[in-house]
């Protein structure tokens, strides 16, 4: 499938013509608290990402809603001029508020506002993948991606953005959004807990396309089942490293984004993805979120 070799859990997978490691890494957690502002930590945070692409991880992803415009100013300032084999993932179509809320902003000017914010705050002349966030806070919505995803076909048409996903979004706008333009993506929040996703998934690893877990760690509330200590003492690994295994087991077109602000956490989740997991310890895994 790709001409990138890796070590890292997982392997590559290729999203259009860009092939990633399937071992990737979220941007989000370099952020201040609540996502808002500089980190408490700014040599620290780079120091991460370095770290990222000394493990050979091709595949970051960002918004300039995170910050606002903090993570992409860190990503540029730390690996500009970025290594041929890193792409670099952002989704628009949500802001922030001086609360440090997330509201929508999908209008067709608020696109194309975002997409050369992006390219500004990347340093880039194309972006890699943009996805389109759909829903809100609580989660997907109903209702059409039709305007805002055909504005994004154009800036693509245009030559600012190589490939499209969505993101938050339900299965009919998948259906929808893939009647419009090709997507290599859907980003959703997916993990051992939260597990509606599973249809969706195995009808886009079908079809080839990826599926990205947002909160594959259980995001802001730490995953927590006894199952998951269960299976983690018996194979004297951490509970994360099983939670991340336990993905890249579950389905061939799931590329892992987990966040951290930690250099160390980031070795350790690249290494304890690979952990291998017997019959018995997936039987048990997946009763979690069934
Ligand atoms: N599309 C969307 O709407 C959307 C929404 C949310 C997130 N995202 C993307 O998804 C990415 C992943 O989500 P996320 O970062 O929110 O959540 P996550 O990956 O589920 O979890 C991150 C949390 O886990 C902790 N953690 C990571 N590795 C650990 C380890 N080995 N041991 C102990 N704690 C560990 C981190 O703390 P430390 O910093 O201390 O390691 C952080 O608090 C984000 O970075 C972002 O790029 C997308």
Redesign the pocket.
């Known amino acids: 499938m790709s001409a990138l070799s890796t070590s890292l859990p997982g392997g590559t997978w290729a999203l259009g013509d860009l092939t990633v490691t399937r071992f990737g ?5 370099l952020a201040g608290p609540g996502v808002m502002g500089p980190p408490a930590d700014h040599d620290g945070a780079r120091a991460v990402l370095r770290e990222v692409v000394d493990l050979g991880i091709t595949h970051i ?3 300039d809603a ?1 910050g606002p415009r903090v993570t992409n100013r860190l990503i540029a300032e730390t690996l500009r001029p970025y290594p041929e084999p890193l792409h670099i993932v952002t ?1 628009v179509g ?1 802001t922030r508020d001086r609360q440090g809320g997330w509201p929508t902003a999908r209008q067709p000017d608020d696109l194309r506002r975002a997409v050369h914010e992006n390219l500004r705050t990347l340093g880039l002349d194309a972006l890699d993948l943009v ?1 389109l ?1 759909l829903g809100d806070a609580t989660g997907p919505q109903p209702g059409s991606l039709a305007e805002p995803f055909e504005t994004l076909a154009e800036l693509q048409q245009q030559g600012l953005i190589r490939h499209l996903g969505v ?2 979004a339900t299965g009919d706008q998948v259906a929808e959004a893939r009647a419009i333009a090709p997507i290599v993506c859907v ?3 997916y ?1 051992l807990a939260h597990r509606h996703d599973d249809a969706l998934i195995d009808m886009l690893a079908r079809e080839g396309v990826a599926y990205v877990p ?7 509330s ?2 927590q089942s006894s199952a998951l200590t269960g299976v983690a003492t018996r194979l004297g690994a ?1 509970p ?2 099983v939670a991340l295994a336990w993905l890249l087991r579950r389905s061939p077109n799931i590329l892992l ?6 250099a160390a ?2 070795r ?2 690249a290494a ?1 993805a690979g952990l291998p997991l017997g019959d018995e310890d997936l039987a048990e895994l997946d009763r979690i979120g069934r």
């Open positions: 890494y979220g941007a989000m957690q992803d960002t918004s995170y989704k949500a996805n966030r993101s938050n980003q959703n929040m993990n947002f909160f594959p760690l259980g995001g802001f730490p995953l951490a994360m490293s984004i987990p966040g951290t602000s930690s956490h980031l350790e989740n304890g």
